[in-house]
């Protein structure tokens, strides 16, 4: 209980320290300058093109821990098995 207090604690002062950090500077514009038209676009191909390519990536991952499993089950006997993964 004290452990969870104490991270908590710390965790709470570390936001508020970070706060004036996070409230806009040079008239409310962020640290990458000005958003027009073609910065949000090209942001928002950014993310279209990030998730579709992260789910792809996570799934190939999945599929060769999916052929190592296969591989380890057929080379271990049967009774090894028994009780599931």
Do not use: C
Not at 4 to 33: I, K, N, R
Not at 39 to 61: C, D, E, H, R, Y
């Amino acid at each position: 209980m004290r452990r969870v207090l104490f991270l908590l604690s710390f965790a709470l002062v570390v936001v508020l320290v970070a706060a004036p950090v996070a409230l806009g500077h040079d008239g409310g514009q962020g640290t990458y300058g000005e958003a027009n038209d073609k910065v949000v676009t090209n942001a928002g191909f950014i993310i279209i093109i990030f998730f579709p390519l992260i789910i792809l990536l996570l799934s190939l991952l999945q599929a060769a821990l999916d052929r190592r499993k296969k591989r380890r089950k057929q080379q271990l006997p049967a009774h090894d098995w028994a009780g599931g993964w």
